[in-house]
């Protein structure tokens, strides 16, 4: 534990007494970090970044660097990063542009693995993985649960919903909606993630009614518009009565998902 010798931290940086930080990594003004995190050996966190409670990062981690905008003009923007993520080594995380909303964020209990790159005003929610060489452009947005393969490269502006996985070397130049399977150049739909729903605890009753959606977007045939509303029109009845308050918000966030007008979703 502590900050050791080699370690240059900044006077204006804010450290919980109980950080320990490794040898030779360079801590910047602006910098804030919470209990318990871990800070690895050659990393170099740049302000203004903030990192929460119980955080692992390994060596070599480049943490709030400027982001790689030619728009951006030494705006003061920023990058926050929740509680109990792993950062594993030579990731590196920008900070936002004012144009994209001023911030890069990563939310809680996050496995993010070698060589991956966030890029300016990314927005990833809580409990992804992401492999290693998993690449996002500017402006993505991930939901929770989501898992990217290994080399996934994510095109700017899109969007993966909650609980959808991307395979090995997938190139996303288009959304993806929430509990689909992806992957390939060109991206293909191939299922949805039935076997990440069950380690998640989803009942049989949910999982029937993702399984249906999938088919509406899919399989059936129907423009967007129309699979979109026959998903609003599922019926209620056939969901057991303790399952029917998330299946209802499982149906809630594909619906939500599909009402923003993105890139298109991929087919």
Same mark, same amino acid.
């Given at each position: 534990?502590?900050?050791h010798?080699?370690?240059?931290v900044?006077? *204006?940086?804010?450290?919980?007494?109980?950080? @320990?930080?490794?040898?030779?990594?360079?801590?910047?003004?602006g910098? *804030?970090?919470?209990?318990?995190? #871990?800070?690895?050996s050659?990393?170099t966190?740049?302000?203004?970044?903030?990192?929460?409670?119980?955080?692992?990062?390994?060596?070599?981690?480049?943490?709030?660097?400027?982001p790689?905008?030619?728009?951006?003009?030494?705006?003061?923007?920023?990058?926050?990063i929740?509680?109990?993520?792993?950062? *594993?080594?030579? %990731?590196?995380?920008?900070?936002?542009?004012?144009?994209?909303?001023?911030?890069?964020?990563l939310?809680?209990?996050? /496995?993010?693995?070698?060589?991956?790159?966030l890029?300016?005003?990314?927005?990833?929610?809580?409990?992804?993985?992401?492999?290693?060489?998993?690449?996002?452009?500017?402006h %993505?947005?991930?939901?929770d /649960?989501?898992?990217?393969?290994?080399?996934t490269?994510?095109?700017?502006?899109?969007? %993966?919903?909650?609980?959808?996985?991307?395979?090995?070397?997938?190139?996303?130049?288009?959304d993806v909606?929430?509990f689909m399977?992806? @992957?390939?150049?060109p991206?293909?739909?191939?299922?949805?993630?039935i076997?990440?729903?069950?380690? *998640?605890g989803?009942?049989?009753?949910?999982i029937? #009614?993702?399984?249906?959606m999938?088919?509406?977007?899919y399989?059936?045939g129907?423009?967007l518009?129309a699979?979109?509303?026959?998903?609003?029109?599922?019926?209620?009845?056939?969901?057991?009565?303790?399952d029917?308050?998330?299946?209802?918000?499982d149906?809630r966030?594909?619906l939500?998902f599909?009402?923003v007008?993105?890139?298109?979703?991929?087919?």
């Open positions: 534990m502590g900050i010798a080699t370690a240059l900044d006077p *204006r940086a804010e450290l919980d007494s109980t950080v @320990s930080v490794g040898a030779y990594t360079v801590i910047g003004a910098v *804030r970090i919470g209990a318990h995190t #871990r800070i690895g050659h990393c966190i740049d302000g203004p970044t903030t990192l929460g409670e119980h955080n692992t990062v390994a060596h070599h981690a480049a943490l709030g660097g400027a790689q905008d030619m728009k951006y003009r030494d705006e003061s923007t920023s990058l926050e929740g509680h109990r993520n792993t950062i *594993r080594e030579f %990731v590196t995380f920008n900070r936002g542009t004012v144009q994209g909303g001023g911030v890069t964020r939310g809680h209990d996050n /496995w993010v693995m070698a060589y991956v790159h890029a300016h005003d990314s927005q990833v929610g809580s409990h992804c993985i992401l492999a290693n060489n998993a690449t996002l452009a500017g %993505v947005v991930l939901g /649960w989501v898992i990217l393969g290994g080399l490269g994510v095109h700017q502006f899109c969007r %993966v919903g909650s609980h959808a996985m991307t395979g090995f070397q997938s190139h996303v130049s288009q909606p929430p399977m992806v @992957s390939g150049n991206l293909g739909v191939h299922g949805f993630n076997e990440g729903l069950r380690r *998640r989803f009942s049989r009753d949910r029937a #009614r993702v399984k249906q999938h088919r509406l977007l399989r059936d129907l423009t518009d699979a979109r509303q026959a998903i609003a029109d599922l019926p209620s009845d056939g969901v057991a009565a303790d029917l308050a998330a299946a209802q918000a149906q966030l594909m939500d599909l009402s007008a993105g890139r298109g979703i991929a087919r």
